[in-house]
């Protein structure tokens, strides 16, 4: 898989962009504003300032913050809060928390966005009215959960096709917000005073009844959550393509958010009482259609935070966060991805949460909490980044006091919704944070107390075995899948294996080793003939996006070691040499469990335990290799992190 990634606009570029990137925070005017006013009666200080703090969060968290200055730090074209992890984490190994806390929360948003996007859409049918004055829908849910439904059943046919409508989708998305936004403000142009950061200060240092005062940033935050969708998605847009429609869809979404201010202002005094500012914009009758179009828009966006889900789970399995799980690739279209088991996941969260609010008012209590936990995390990575590059560190400081004091400040306003329903989104992330770090801390203690002996030490052994006719021969080739990086080191156990297990006689023993690199495409290989055909390890050097098809690979390597000579993969037996019969290869994969002769420090036992419960319930080491199931054999070898030392047995005579 070649990394393809192009920095220059094309008009192409820029409409895959919208459909891609924007879903998220561009469906947030369907819910901002009803969440800023609430269930106070409308005021003139709620909207300027509830505007003013619009624009401001704007400019600075998404525009400064994320589109000027982190879309700068891309790995090899590729960005999300992984991809920065991995561009950091050989200088500072601390950086790991935070790098799993905040892919932890930002797969739980990928729970909640879902259910409030398409809840907000449909719910604009409860102001369509017969001419009996009779709603035509008074329950939203079944719809809802419906339209969610399909969407992810519609996963696992991927989205080569239906992917091309999305960026005429959202462009007419936001075209509609623009216009009907910029409609409304001709009635009251005044309303464009809320620019000046006077009205935000005063809203937030306001004590006055029906005012939130400094609680309001709750909810003014809802409409930055999608800014981490436009630093995730790096690698599928390019960076100027998302720069330069990020100005058109800024413009859109403040056209629309001043509209709707517009509206609130003639209608002070009064309560919103379930109705949506932004389908009270539209006329009567466009309003059927505007709430179709909404209803596409706020499905788009859940495929693209399904989508990243995808691709941040899978960059989390290669760097040690999550279990193995199985990987999908549905087309031949780069960046396709399907992981079955978070399919499901997500699908029954959202289900769930839909069920459990039932409105989209009541999913904001749980909405943007965990998202600014990635943002803060997002922010220590990337302050470390800067440092690497060198950057002054007073621009440094000034980076850490600026977006953590602003970030710092959404946490505590939205700490706010913990007892409203934000404890589900830290509770779903909570979830995940622990399956992360067991996965990632028992990772390390076996790769810590793994033992490796000198492969020199055992090529005679290894010729000698393989010349001895009294043993009957395993296989021609026989492949070890091995941890051993370093070309002159092999597990002991695969020695084990070899020669006391059940002595396993081949002609030629291949040892090959998977190193991921931090690097996002790279596919490269390294032979080392350790003794002509008889002992060759293979190291395969492959890229974190990269697909692990071992077998594959194995295969074309061998091809052309063959054409080059390097390798005589015939087989040894008289009969079939003489017709030219290339010889049987066959994979063993060492699967390890926790030995019962162990001790251990109660909390590395209570990880290891955790970690070989999740383990029985993936995929064995073969099928995440990609090997032929009918050429691998999987052989279980006893983990002793520290073997019993007392053993108080008594010998009667």
């Known amino acids: 898989m070649e990394q393809k990634h192009k920095n220059t606009a094309t008009a192409a570029g820029l409409l895959v962009a919208m459909g891609i990137i924007y879903g998220d925070i561009g469906t947030s005017p369907l819910y901002v504003m009803q969440a800023i006013i609430g269930k106070d009666p409308i005021n003139e200080l709620m909207i300027l300032g509830g505007l003013s703090c619009i624009f401001w969060t704007l400019t600075l968290q998404t525009t400064l913050k994320y589109v000027i200055l982190i879309l700068r730090a891309d790995n090899k074209g590729e960005g999300g809060i992984f991809a920065l992890f991995a561009l950091v984490r050989r200088h500072a190994k601390w950086l790991t928390l935070p790098a799993i806390i905040g892919g932890a929360t930002l797969l739980a948003d990928g729970i909640i966005t879902p259910p409030i996007s398409v809840s907000s859409a449909v719910e604009g049918l409860k102001m369509l009215k017969t001419k009996e004055g009779l709603p035509y829908v008074t329950d939203t849910v079944p719809i809802v959960i419906v339209i969610l439904t399909g969407l992810f059943i519609f996963q696992i046919l991927g989205t080569k096709v239906v992917g091309k409508l999305f960026g005429p989708?959202?462009?007419?998305?936001?075209?509609?917000?623009?216009?009907?936004?910029?409609?409304?403000i001709e009635h009251d142009w005044s309303i464009l005073r809320a620019v000046s950061p006077h009205y935000a200060w005063a809203l937030l240092t306001s004590h006055q009844a029906g005012t939130a005062g400094f609680w309001t940033l709750g909810a003014v935050f809802l409409c930055t959550t999608g800014a981490e969708a436009l630093y995730s998605d790096l690698g599928h847009c390019g960076r100027d393509n998302i720069r330069i429609s990020w100005i058109f869809v800024k413009i859109a979404l403040l056209l629309q958010y001043f509209g709707q201010g517009a509206w609130l202002l003639q209608h002070q005094g009064m309560l919103l009482d379930g109705r949506k500012p932004i389908f009270e914009l539209l006329p009567r009758e466009f309003l059927f259609t505007g709430i179709c179009i909404a209803t596409a828009a706020a499905v788009i966006a859940s495929q693209a935070l399904i989508s990243g889900s995808f691709t941040l789970i899978s960059e989390a399995i290669r760097l040690n966060f999550w279990p193995k799980v199985r990987l999908i690739y549905p087309s031949d279209q780069k960046g396709q991805l399907y992981v079955p088991s978070i399919n499901i996941f997500l699908w029954l969260g959202c289900v769930g949460v839909v069920l459990w609010f039932k409105e989209s008012a009541n999913m904001e209590a749980a909405y943007g909490l965990a998202i600014t936990l990635t943002m803060l995390m997002t922010t220590s990575l990337m302050a470390y980044y800067l440092h690497i590059k060198k950057i002054d560190m007073w621009w440094i400081l000034l980076f850490l006091v600026v977006y953590i004091s602003l970030e710092g400040a959404f946490l505590?306003?939205?700490?706010q919704k913990f007892s409203h329903g934000g404890y589900v989104s830290l509770f779903i992330a909570g979830v995940i944070l622990l399956v992360m770090y067991v996965w990632f801390r028992a990772t390390r203690i076996k790769?810590?107390?793994?033992?490796?002996e000198k492969l020199a030490d055992y090529v005679e052994p290894l010729k000698e075995l393989s010349r001895d006719e009294t043993i009957p021969k395993y296989a021609t080739h026989l492949v070890f899948m091995s941890n051993a990086g370093r070309v002159s080191d092999i597990e002991s156990k695969i020695i084990y294996s070899i020669f006391q297990r059940r002595p396993k006689r081949a002609d030629i023993y291949w040892f090959v080793h998977v190193d991921t690199l931090d690097e996002p495409y790279t596919m490269d290989y390294k032979v080392t003939v350790i003794e002509p055909d008889d002992i060759i390890k293979v190291n395969f050097k492959l890229?974190?996006?990269?697909?692990?098809?071992?077998?594959?690979?194995?295969?074309?390597?061998?091809?052309?070691?063959?054409?080059?000579?390097?390798?005589?993969?015939?087989?040894?037996?008289?009969?079939?040499?003489?017709?030219?019969?290339i010889g049987d290869f066959r994979f063993v994969v060492l699967e390890k469990f926790l030995s019962f002769d162990n001790e251990?420090?109660?909390?590395?036992?209570?990880?290891?335990?955790?970690y070989?419960?999740?383990?029985?319930?993936?995929?064995?080491?073969?099928?995440?290799?990609?090997?032929?199931?009918?050429?691998?054999?999987?052989e279980k070898v006893p983990l002793i992190i520290k073997p019993i030392s007392k053993c108080n047995?008594?010998?009667?005579d």
């Open 649 to 652: 047995l008594r010998r009667v």
């Open 543 to 581: 890229g974190f996006r990269v697909e692990q098809r071992i077998n594959l690979y194995f295969r074309k390597v061998v091809e052309e070691m063959v054409a080059r000579g390097e390798v005589d993969i015939t087989s040894r037996y008289k009969s079939l040499n003489e017709q030219n019969v």
């Open 169 to 184: 989708i959202m462009l007419l998305w936001f075209s509609m917000l623009a216009l009907t936004g910029l409609l409304w």
């Open 412 to 415: 505590v306003a939205n700490l």
């Open 600 to 610: 251990l420090p109660l909390m590395d036992r209570l990880v290891m335990k955790f």
């Open 447 to 452: 790769k810590d107390l793994t033992e490796y």
């Open 612 to 634: 070989f419960f999740l383990k029985q319930f993936m995929n064995s080491e073969d099928k995440w290799f990609g090997l032929d199931s009918d050429a691998v054999k999987l």
